[in-house]
């Protein structure tokens, strides 16, 4: 599959796909395609519609098959912000805040990724469940807004206000930590706490 992200506020991403070829998409977001792209709404069974209900996406999902030639479709964002493309692989699974999926090659499977910690669920500003990615293929994210990019050494830290974090690797972790000091607390704007 090649694809392109095009546009600024409300931007796409044209996929170009081999005959025979899939993507998956979450509900309403084809934009336009070429005809020979064949349709297929799924649920994929009770537990994994029950997953994507709880982790911030639709209960059912379209795969769109190129049949007998190459097509294209196009993804469209339902927000302003940014589209991001990431190449999954196995071992290496990527974890979003809920709603962040657009679409996806056929082999990236989602789940839910629960926090286990009660702290980080009721005040890291994500709530308790987020999007798990994993197995093979590209991804394509929406994210709100703009977005910057960290990449973290092992044992390295970073200090975000609650509601912030859009994206993470499975290696990482999210917790947080309370806001020193009362007039920090209560006239600095950032609330009681913090994630890390």
């Known amino acids: 599959m090649k694809y392109s992200i095009q546009g600024d506020t409300l931007p796409v991403v044209v996929c170009e796909l081999d005959a025979g070829e899939k993507i998956i998409t979450e509900g309403g977001g084809m934009a336009w395609m070429s005809p020979n792209m064949k349709m297929e709404t799924t649920g994929g069974g009770i537990g994994k519609m029950f997953g994507r209900a709880l982790s911030g996406d639709t209960l059912f999902q379209n795969i769109y098959t190129a049949e007998r030639t190459n097509g294209m479709i196009s993804i469209a964002s339902s927000f302003p912000g940014s589209i991001k493309a990431f190449e999954i692989t196995p071992g290496n699974e990527i974890i979003l805040q809920k709603s962040a999926f657009l679409a996806s090659e056929a082999g990236v499977e989602l789940s839910m990724h629960f926090r286990k910690k009660l702290g980080s669920g009721l005040f890291g500003g ?45 290696t990482c972790s999210m917790d947080i930590q309370t806001v020193k000091g009362a007039k920090n607390i209560f006239f600095g704007g950032e609330g009681l706490f913090n994630t890390i």
């Open 126 to 170: 994500e709530g308790f469940i987020m999007q798990k990615f994993e197995g093979e293929g590209v991804l394509f994210v929406e994210l709100d807004g703009s977005t910057v990019e960290y990449e973290l050494q092992a044992g390295e830290q970073l200090v975000l206000d609650t509601g912030h974090l859009a994206i993470m690797d499975g």
